[in-house]
């Protein structure tokens, strides 16, 4: 009897968690798809599930979201692309309404935060007990992000910009997701200019002659206009509470 009912519990609470999962994702998507546009969110979880269920969650490759791609891409918004790269909290605060950053469009912002995956000879979504970050390198996590992240990149249009970290000794990191998969994928002729922000606390770090952004300036394509800025933290904050929706770069 105790056997039973704690199979029969621990399979209720499986299930709610996918439950829980699935719902939040759904309630998101649709909450974040405009009304007049034809993605059915139920078909969007079935493709995002398809990528990771049922399989090992360290053989999922970036490759395995490729139809959840074709299915709910990113929508760009040209002239107002922002990239960060360790400075995900001043960038979502000074983007906020105005730019767009990969937690802005409809996946990103859906899956922000959340961990997720499968177990093979399971058909249910886990939401603890998956690899961690660098556990394997083909992890669900993981590799939504760069395949979104590649997708995100590849339709940038016009002038984008990109927050760097200028407290961090190698700001443009080429082993981060920004380096390694976004800068690749940049397209030649859609993507006019970079503008890197270089963002210190007070002013104490890196500069524009920062030898890590040598190889950032190597990475882009001929045609690609490249600018750098030196900003504060509080600079750009300050910056974006003064200009009162009026959504002018703040570098
Ligand atoms: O590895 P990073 O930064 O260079 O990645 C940032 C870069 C951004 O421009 C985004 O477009 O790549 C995209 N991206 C996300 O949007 C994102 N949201 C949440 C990459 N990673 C993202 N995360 C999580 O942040 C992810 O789980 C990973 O662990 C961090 C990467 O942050 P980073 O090293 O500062």
């Known amino acids: 009897v105790v056997v039973v009912v704690v199979v029969v519990v621990t399979a209720v609470v499986l299930s709610n968690r996918t439950d829980t999962f699935k719902a939040t994702f759904i309630q998101e998507c649709e909450r974040r798809t ?5 993605t059915d969110c139920v078909e969007v979880w079935s493709a995002f599930e398809q990528a990771y269920v049922g399989r090992d969650p360290c053989q999922v490759p970036p490759e395995a ?15 107002r692309m922002l990239f960060w790269s360790g400075t995900k909290e001043v960038a979502h605060q000074v983007s906020e309404g105005c730019y767009q950053t990969m937690e802005d469009s409809m996946l990103g912002s859906v899956l922000d935060g959340m961990t997720w995956c499968g177990k ?5 979504t886990f939401t603890s007990g998956c690899p961690g970050w660098t556990e394997c390198v083909n992890n669900p996590v993981r590799s939504f992000w760069s395949r979104a992240s590649a997708e995100f990149a590849a339709v940038a249009c016009g002038d984008a910009a990109v927050l760097l970290n200028g407290s961090s000794d190698t700001p443009f990191d080429p082993h981060c997701t920004f380096g390694s998969i976004e800068v690749k994928n940049f397209t030649p002729g859609l993507m006019k200019s970079l503008t890197v922000v270089l963002v210190t606390k007070d ?6 002659t920062d030898e890590s952004l040598k190889n950032l300036q190597k990475e882009l394509k001929p045609g690609m206009k490249y600018i750098c800025k030196e900003k504060t933290e509080s600079e750009l904050l300050t910056c974006k509470k003064n200009q009162d929706q009026s959504c002018v770069p703040c570098w």
């Open 203 to 208: 002013n104490v770090g890196a500069n524009c």
């Open 120 to 124: 093979e000879g399971s058909n249910e």
């Open 65 to 79: 979201y490729d139809h959840l791609l074709s299915v709910a891409p990113p929508q760009p918004a040209c002239n």
């Open 34 to 38: 405009p009304e007049n546009t034809s």
